[in-house]
Nanobody, 125 residues
Framework: QVQLVESGGGLVQAGGSLRLSCAASGRTFSSIAMGWFRQAPGKEREFVARITWSGGSRYYADSVKGRFTMSRDNAKNTVYLQMNSLKPEDTAVYYC??????????????????WGQGTQVTVSS
């Protein structure tokens, strides 16, 4: 069982930055890939970024590429999402997620078994 707790959301003006954190429980964190997703009002949940369990590769949605950076700190059991040059269309609830299987790098939302409660990000124009 993995528990995930996001933090760092808030209200920011367009062009600003935020850094989201996701703290994970469990002793196998360093063997688990992690992902960030978001859901805007009236829209489906969408992929934002993911990092492989080794930390060697990161993948981003086209809409955030070049603006968002995902990283992990295994010593702190935490992943981060640094969001720069924020746009109003980035407004959403952001969720971190983890798969059940270790040493596995999922690419689809339905491959993630554990989800945090979400943190609200609001970007004003």
């Amino acid at each position: 069982q993995v528990q995930l707790v996001e933090s760092g959301g808030g209200l920011v003006q367009a062009g600003g930055s935020l850094r989201l954190s996701c703290a994970a429980s469990g002793r196998t964190f360093s063997s688990i890939a992690m992902g960030w997703f978001r859901q805007a009002p009236g829209k489906e949940r969408e992929f934002v970024a993911r990092i492989t369990w080794s930390g060697g590769s990161r993948y981003y949605a086209d809409s955030v590429k070049g603006r968002f950076t995902m990283s992990r700190d295994n010593a702190k059991n935490t992943v981060y999402l640094q969001m720069n040059s924020l746009k109003p269309e980035d407004t959403a609830v952001y969720y971190c997620a983890a798969p059940r299987v270790i040493h596995y790098n999922p690419s689809r939302a339905d491959e993630y078994s554990y989800w945090g409660q979400g943190t609200q990000v609001t970007v004003s124009s």
